[in-house]
């Protein structure tokens, strides 16, 4: 299965999940409470440095993360134009751009077994109800590791589309994405169902 943590090694790497989902937290949320373009601007740029400052290999990985963002922030700002509010469309772009980088950021440095260990301790007062933890990390490791699968598989079912039509690969590729979807759902579920279920899940 897909990992996401990054092969280049950067002192964030050996700081504790806790500590960098909640510097995380707080950052996004102080995003959110900007709405001056020129602060966000300068927040955009602060986080590129952070990229940078670990060498450009790691700054390009992070680029490439970004990429199946472009569509919709671009839809975003056209549309802010077409309203007649580019200012509003430039802060809305540069926000989540600024938030997701900064995810990725923590999700590069951060074992994904960390997080869900994480979660697991989180949640553990739901054990005083009678429920379990484990399927809410479970959930959040499945989305962790599947949906960047999905958004490079969208995108090579669009070049791949392109390769044989002039048309845009709009709903086309829907319905095969779907089915690709269920595929591996399926094969996940027989995969948990071999390992013992959700307990078998988390052992080594």
């Known amino acids: 299965m897909l990992t996401l943590t990054s092969e280049i090694r950067t002192p964030l790497h050996d700081w504790r999940a806790g500590i960098k989902l909640g510097l995380l937290s707080i950052a996004i949320v102080t995003l959110?409470?900007?709405?001056?373009?020129?602060?966000?601007a300068g927040a955009a740029g602060l986080t590129a440095l952070l990229y940078f400052a670990f060498g450009t290999k790691f700054a390009a990985h992070g680029l490439r993360m970004l990429k199946p963002l472009r569509f919709f922030l671009g839809f975003i700002l056209l549309w802010q134009i077409v309203l007649?509010?580019?200012?509003?469309?430039?802060?809305?772009?540069?926000r989540l751009a600024t938030a997701v980088s900064l995810a990725n950021l923590v999700t590069l440095s951060t074992r994904l077994d960390d997080l869900i260990d994480l979660v697991i301790w989180l949640a553990s007062p739901a054990r005083?109800?009678?429920?379990?933890?484990?399927?809410?990390?479970?959930?959040i490791a499945l989305v962790v590791r599947f949906v960047p699968v999905l958004l490079e598989r969208a995108n090579h079912m669009s070049d791949a589309?392109?390769?044989r039509s002039t048309k845009r690969p709009t709903f086309y590729i829907i319905l095969p994405l779907i089915i690709s979807v269920l595929e591996d759902a399926d094969h996940v579920a027989l995969a948990l169902r071999a390992r013992g279920g959700l307990d078998g899940a988390?052992?080594?």
Do not use: Y
């Open 32 to 40: 959110f409470l900007l709405n001056s373009p020129i602060l966000l």
């Open 84 to 94: 007649g509010d580019p200012v509003t469309g430039f802060a809305i772009v540069l």
């Open 128 to 139: 005083f109800v009678g429920l379990s933890p484990k399927p809410l990390a479970l959930s």
């Open 161 to 163: 589309f392109r390769a």
């Open 202 to 204: 988390f052992k080594p």
